[in-house]
Every structure is written in C-alpha cells, then in structure tokens.
C-alpha cells in the first residue's frame, strides 16, 4: 500500500515569494495527482503528471519517479493562492483507487 | 455541462437518522468515488463504482451504503447517522490516470 507524506504541513509566505511544496511515496505510481482546496471546500485538480514536468500559468509540477517524489512550485505567489495542496498517488499497483497526502496549507500575506 | 453536482451543500442529522447524499454527473465517467474527510486528515475512500452495477468498499465503508444504477447517478446512504460520521462528504469522478472531478462537497453533523 501506497504512503503519502507532504512537507511541509504548514506554508506562510509574502506575495511574490517563490513556494514549494513537496510530496513523497513509498510506491512506485503511474501518475501522481496535486488538487487544491479553497477555504470554502471546493477541491479542484491541478495537475495529473507521470513523468518530468507540467506548468499552467504561475503553477509547475514535478515528478521524480525513480526517487518517489514530485514538488509543486508556485512563482510570484498571491494573496489568492491561499488555499490547502494535496498530493494523491495510486493506492497500489492495479488498483484505481487512490490514496491522499494531509496537505499543506499555504498561506499568502500581501 | 455541469459536471458533477453534489447535494445537499449542508445537513445536520440527528443521531439514529438516515440520509442520502446524492452525486450525479454528466460527463459519462464510469468510475466514481465517495470520500469523507476529518479535520486534519487526508480524503478517505467510502466506496467506489467502475461502473454501473458495479461497487466496492473503500477504507472506511461501516455505517454507508451505495448503488449504482446509472452511469450518471452514485447516491451515498447513511443508515443509522452516528457523531462519528460527522465530517465532510465529497463525490469525484475519474480513474488513477485521469483527471479528478470533485463535487462541490457536502458538510454533515450528526448530533
């Protein structure tokens, strides 16, 4: 069974400050999800990646298959980037199930 | 295209009673997902469709029942309400290589 750890669990940051969020597993995955929740509890993916690097506008994702572990880079963060990231892998090999990080919860200060 | 629709948004359940969450979408996934989430913690697995007819238990199914008998439509019920359902009810569509829908999500206490 797959494990999900994310780091850091809280982020405070000023705008414009460059962020990175980190995500580990103990599995070996065919993709790797990052979801953002805003306050008000709506879930939204962000990215789905398998392999190297994907960026939408402000947004990039990595992955790093061989050493389990993808980062979610924010550049030029903003006070509306606040909001709790959550990392999510395969449960395990075959299974179409998946298994959630516990977040990290950023902050954005202007 | 509404995606996926979730209700109802808010429901306080006294202890003993039932309710039906309701999830339905429109974008003609066959899998779909129920999951709770408890402050601090990560999304739970309830149960899960692959398609119409078809469910399976999550990590957490005790006191929740499903059904399947549309594509479009994956209701969640709970018999019984207890405090310890109290939590945060999201539907998702999507497989592990796809992308992810959520609904809006559903805040529910048991009292």
């Known amino acids: 069974k797959n494990e999900v750890e994310q780091s850091p669990q809280n982020l405070t940051a000023q705008e414009g400050e460059f962020i990175t969020i980190n995500c580990s597993y103990s599995?070996?995955?065919?993709?790797l999800h990052w979801l953002q929740q805003h306050p008000g509890g709506g879930i939204v993916s962000l990215f789905m990646?398998?392999?190297g690097k994907k960026k939408h506008g402000r947004l990039i994702a990595t992955i790093n298959i061989q050493e389990k572990h993808s980062s979610l880079h924010i550049t030029a963060s903003h006070p509306r980037d606040s909001a709790v990231y959550i990392c999510a892998v395969p449960k395990e090999g075959g299974s179409e199930k998946l298994v959630f990080g516990k977040g990290t919860k950023l902050t954005v200060n202007p | 295209n509404a995606g996926v629709t979730q209700t109802p948004k808010f429901r306080i359940l006294k202890i003993g009673q039932s309710m039906t969450l309701q999830c339905t979408q429109d974008m003609n996934h066959n899998y779909m997902y129920w999951y709770r989430q408890d402050p601090g913690m990560g999304l739970k697995l309830i149960y899960y469709?692959?398609?119409?007819?078809?469910?399976d238990k999550g990590e957490v199914p005790n006191g929740y029942n499903v059904s399947r008998s549309t594509t479009e439509d994956f209701p969640l019920r709970l018999e019984l309400a207890a405090p310890s359902q109290t939590s945060v009810y999201f539907c998702a569509l999507g497989g592990i290589n796809t992308e992810a829908f959520f609904g809006q999500g559903t805040r529910l206490t048991v009292v």
């Open positions: 990646l398998s392999s």
């Open positions: 469709s692959v398609g119409a007819g078809i469910t």
């Open positions: 599995v070996g995955i065919s993709a």
